[in-house]
């Protein structure tokens, strides 16, 4: 599942992340001198301790209005997100001028740059425009929020509708739920998104870059271009993985469904994958599970229920894991103000997101936890923002975030790729009698790569549609066409009804709608392999890399510590050496993941046309 975590710099600098407000400070005063270093050094240390100051009030605003959805708290947090917004784009226009300062220290070269890089959606500085960029955002987060769809006609909400998706095997009532969700809450955001995307292009071109998308693309220590050429050339290195497991669940689904549903040839009908956005396709594992391979002998969802697990102990065994790293458990305010259930008594947003409220020690989550295998993998991967939050706390304010976003997102996701049969026997959710046999190992595999495999191109393909539209190659006109032909293009995958240019269906995601840049999911989901994989060469593991749990390893715990307490504090690259011994991002990690799923998905696809 695709889950956020925010923290205390991001939320500031972001206003999608989490609207947030205050007046802009008067501009400092006109000199003909040029700046100097020490200036530079002096208006560093002024906005950060500005920034560090706002951040916490503007986080608990966010935080009640995110769990307490209400007119009042919309109102709140689009106040803070306002003056967070002007606060941004404040420094953000004063760090330009000190960007090509000679003789700028490496610390404060390198906070210049975050600041002017560091806002999702900065408004001009045109009086009213940070506020009315910050009442449109928070107005479509909240619609998604509150957002409902339909199940034989009666409404459903966004947690129970997500869930039906994977449950549902009628293709009329998937069909019914697919189109009403897209309808009801994409549809009716069109209006107020372009207008956001006016709004902030004006901003970013007031900070020096082409529109909002290049300046998304300048947060990975390369220019944007190289940033783009480098999601082309990953894309490339797992395409092929990902269009062998298309090719082979496009055949599964026409068995079960017939070719007046699902062909055998060409795109795959979105809504019958199991998830409202075809993004995972994990649900739908019994439906093109291999025989005799495919029961891997236990499902994690029975188990945590036959051990009568409930949400808290969900989470106390998330905990845990982490603990048998050697990190010290979560703090005593962490059980008491995280939402773990979906309350009764009110609209709460129930995306799952990980907050760090204090830049310190009040580290939390938000979620609507059913017991279930997805949401036992969420757990594990929203407590990875809470390590990684608290483990950089003593760094600078504006050093306290991840690497670059992807590795906060990978790091929840590698140790949850530790959530395998020997886990779950040590933490006694398995019986040892019922560890899959080798035999199964095609079954373990085809099971993951129906998330991580599934979900690259769509990892990808969400920004790629947000840059077109930033940079005014896709034109409000085209909204809709050129979502779904790169739906096409990408993922294979086409609506299950013709959709027009009054629909809206990027609205319909969570991260569209709050304006959460996504590039970061696609990277993470290549950075986890690769975190695993040195994980488990740094624990001795010499099985199938599959099965390796490090669950218990200090020194991978030690090792990993050393990175994450790097913050942002340096280039990814050094970050990323410092756990796998390498600076370049690659794919072939996951490829090695797979290779034997591979090698027998090409076998039972011999003489099928692969793509569509």
């Known amino acids: 599942m695709i889950r956020t975590g925010i923290s205390s710099l991001a939320l500031i600098l972001s206003l999608a992340a989490a609207p947030a407000f205050a007046s802009p400070a008067p501009a400092p005063a006109a000199t003909t001198a040029a700046p100097t270093a020490a200036e530079a050094d002096a208006f560093v240390a002024r906005a950060e301790k500005e920034l560090a100051e706002f951040s916490t009030p503007a986080q608990q605003a966010a935080w009640i209005n995110a769990t307490y959805i ?179 669940v496009r055949w599964k689904l026409n068995a079960q469904y017939g070719d007046a549903v699902q062909p055998k040839t060409g795109p795959i009908r979105a809504d019958l994958l199991g998830n409202m956005w075809a993004q995972e396709w994990g649900n739908i594992y019994d439906v093109v599970a291999p025989a005799g391979a495919g029961d891997v002998g236990y499902d994690v969802g029975d188990l945590l229920k036959a051990k009568g697990y409930d949400p808290i102990k969900m989470f106390k065994t998330g905990e845990g894991f ?123 595999l085809l099971k993951q790569a129906m998330d991580k495999v599934a979900f690259l191109p769509f990892g990808l393909l969400v920004d790629k549609w947000r840059w077109g539209v930033f940079s005014g190659a896709t034109p409000a006109g085209q909204y809709e066409k050129s979502w779904n032909d790169l739906r096409l293009k990408y ?50 593991w010499t099985g199938p890399l599959h099965r390796c749990s490090f669950y218990g390893n200090k020194e991978v715990g030690a090792k990993l510590n050393a990175m994450l307490e790097m913050g942002q504090s340096k280039p990814w690259p050094e970050a990323l050496a410092v756990f796998t011994g390498s600076r370049e991002i690659s794919g072939q990690a996951m490829v090695d993941y797979f290779a034997p799923l591979k090698a027998w998905l090409d076998k039972q696809n011999e003489g099928k046309p692969q793509g569509w």
């Open 70 to 248: 209400t007119d009042d708290t919309d109102a709140i947090a689009a106040k803070f997100g306002a003056e967070g917004t002007e606060m941004g784009v404040r420094f953000a226009l004063e760090a330009a001028k000190y960007a090509g300062v000679p003789g700028l220290s490496f610390d404060t070269k390198r906070k210049i740059d975050l600041l002017r890089n560091g806002l999702t959606l900065p408004a001009p500085t045109t009086p009213g425009a940070a506020s009315e960029l910050s009442t449109i955002v928070t107005k479509l987060g909240s619609d998604y929020g509150k957002g409902k769809g339909t199940l034989d006609g009666k409404p459903i909400n966004g947690s129970d509708i997500e869930a039906a998706m994977g449950t549902v095997r009628d293709p009329a009532k998937s069909k019914e739920m697919w189109v009403s969700w897209h309808d009801s809450v994409g549809a009716p955001m069109r209006k107020d998104f372009a207008r956001e995307v006016v709004i902030a292009n004006q901003g970013a071109k007031g900070l020096g870059y082409a529109d909002v998308g290049a300046l998304w693309r300048s947060g990975y220590d390369m220019t944007p271009a190289q940033f783009e050429a480098t999601t082309d050339t990953l894309w490339k290195q797992v395409e092929p993985l990902y269009k062998a497991l298309h090719t082979y």
């Open 322 to 444: 982490y603990s048998s790293l050697g990190f010290k458990p979560l703090p005593d305010t962490f059980w008491a103000r995280s939402q773990i259930v979906k309350p009764a008594d009110r609209e709460v947003v129930c995306h799952a997101s990980a907050w760090d409220i204090d830049s310190k020690d009040d580290v939390r989550i938000k979620m609507c936890t059913k017991v279930n295998g997805d949401d036992f993998v969420t757990i594990h991967h929203e407590m990875g923002h809470n390590y990684y939050q608290r483990a950089y706390k003593n760094q600078p304010f504006l050093y306290e975030n991840g690497a670059n976003d992807g590795f906060h997102e990978a790091i929840g996701d590698f140790v949850a790729l530790s959530i395998t049969p020997d886990y779950l026997v040590k933490i006694g959710l398995l019986d040892p009698a019922k560890v899959p046999s080798p035999d199964k190992d095609i079954g373990l």
């Open 491 to 540: 993922q294979g995958i086409v609506p299950p009804v013709a959709r027009d240019e009054t629909r809206f269906d990027p609205g319909a995601k969570y991260h569209v709608a709050a304006s959460v840049p996504y590039a970061r999911y696609f990277l993470a989901r290549l950075y986890q392999f690769q975190f695993y994989q040195a994980a488990c060469k740094q624990s001795g």
